[in-house]
Each structure stands twice: as structure tokens, then as C-alpha cells.
């Protein structure tokens, strides 16, 4: 599975837009990138996935590269109840023999501040 | 809708005891998932359930076991506790197994054992 590298933390002003970078620079082909978030104490929850198209959805979009090495999660217009933990994961789409499982790896902690 | 549900959410077991944790999902999704969760660590996936009636194991499956009792419900039993098996164990469901499904995570069951 392609390994993902996203910085540890990043703040943000609420109302502002937050830009969630990751890299992804060994991706191949038949893999998606994924978009999780964890809000403390809860369980993870999906944002936004996307293979090769920048993708819009209510909650944020997610633009990849032409080249697919990297992406950046957008969120609009953050609130406070955005401060969590962000993850961005790259699945492998390998029908039948795919487990389905998520790799999580230690994300971005984003503080949005009033 | 409830989504994904979860029992109980928190268990306190000495070393030995058993249990078992439920699950349960009201999407009509064909696969589940068990992972847990260990401070400051991602999710690790326990076991899965491909489809109703199939299950196999993920990348932690010992001391564990699992039922898919039926589409709706996939529970995970510890046989006798250890200390190690400490964790937030998270419960999800997606429609299909492929990386194009995402998945849909429960609240969590925050077990420690002493």
C-alpha cells in the first residue's frame, strides 16, 4: 500500500479555509485517496475520497495532482467542531483480494481557533 | 437511520474474563469491519466480514473471535482477556468490500482490562 505523508498539526481561523496537505508520491494507478476525520473520543469519519478527479461534496473538496503524488483537503469554511484529527489514507483497489481495511497513520491535527 | 451502533461503551474485565462486543448497522451494507485503536496509534483491523456468512482476519485477529450473525450484525468475543487487548475497538460497515466503498464507523467501545 502507498504511504502517505502529512504534516503533524496545523491551525486555522474559524471561518477561514482550511488546506489539509498530504503526499502520496508512490501512488499507482488503481488507488484511491481517502479523506477520514476523528473528532476526540469518536469514531473516525469519512469525508471525501477521490482517484484521479478533484472531488466536491458538503462537507469539503479534495484536489489531487495530474500527477497524483499529492492532494490537499479543503474545508470551506471551518468551525470550531472541525478541530480533529485528519487522515488521509490511499487504498488499493484489488476487487475480490482486498481485505477492504483502512490504513490510518498518525494524520494532521488541525486546531481551528476563534 | 442509527447508521452504526455499537454496545456497550465502556467495559471494565479482569484478565480472563470473556466478552463480547456488538455491532450492528441499518444501511444494508454486505461488509463489516472490527479494528482497534491503542493511545495515540491508528486503527489496526481485527477482522472482517466480506459478506454475510463469510469472515477472515485482519492484520491482529489473535485472542479474538467473530460471528456475522446476520447482514445487520458482526460481534467480537474475547475468549479470556489480557491486559494487551486494552484498546477502543471501533465497529464499521461499508456496501462493498472494494476501496471505492467507504466506510462507515460506530461510536467505539473503550475496553480496559486489569
Known amino acids: 500500500d502507498a504511504k502517505t505523508t502529512q504534516p503533524p498539526s496545523m491551525d486555522c481561523a474559524e471561518g477561514r479555509a482550511a488546506n489539509l496537505p498530504c503526499n502520496h508520491s508512490?501512488?499507482?494507478?488503481?488507488?484511491?485517496v481517502y479523506w477520514y476525520r476523528q473528532i476526540h473520543s469518536q469514531g473516525p469519519q469519512y469525508i471525501i475520497h477521490?482517484?484521479?478527479n478533484n472531488e466536491t461534496n458538503e462537507m469539503a473538496s479534495l484536489i489531487i495532482t495530474e500527477d497524483r503524488k499529492s492532494s490537499t483537503l479543503i474545508l470551506p469554511h471551518a468551525t470550531l467542531r472541525d478541530t480533529a484529527v485528519y487522515y488521509c489514507?490511499?487504498?488499493?483497489?484489488?476487487?475480490?483480494?482486498?481485505?477492504?481495511?483502512?490504513?490510518f497513520g498518525q494524520g494532521t491535527t488541525l486546531q481551528v481557533k476563534p | 437511520n442509527a447508521g452504526v451502533t455499537q454496545t456497550p461503551k465502556f467495559q471494565v474485565l479482569k484478565t480472563g474474563q470473556s466478552m463480547t462486543l456488538q455491532c450492528a448497522q441499518d444501511?444494508?451494507?454486505?461488509?463489516m469491519y472490527w479494528y482497534r485503536q491503542d493511545p495515540g496509534m491508528g486503527l489496526r483491523l481485527i477482522y472482517y466480514?466480506?459478506?454475510?456468512?463469510?469472515?477472515d482476519k485482519g492484520e491482529v485477529p489473535n485472542g479474538y473471535n467473530v460471528s456475522r450473525l446476520n447482514k445487520r450484525e458482526f460481534s467480537l468475543r474475547l475468549e479470556s482477556a489480557a491486559p494487551s487487548q486494552t484498546s477502543v475497538y471501533f465497529c464499521?460497515?461499508?456496501?462493498?468490500?472494494?476501496?471505492?466503498?467507504?466506510?462507515?464507523f460506530g461510536p467505539g467501545t473503550r475496553l480496559t482490562v486489569t
Open positions: 464499521a460497515s461499508s456496501e462493498g468490500q472494494g476501496a471505492y466503498y467507504e466506510q462507515y
Open positions: 508512490t501512488i499507482s494507478g488503481n488507488e484511491y
Open positions: 477521490g482517484l484521479k
Open positions: 489514507i490511499v487504498r488499493p483497489d484489488t476487487g475480490s483480494s482486498n481485505t477492504g481495511k483502512l490504513i
Open positions: 444501511m444494508n451494507h454486505n461488509s
Open positions: 466480514s466480506a459478506s454475510e456468512g463469510t469472515t
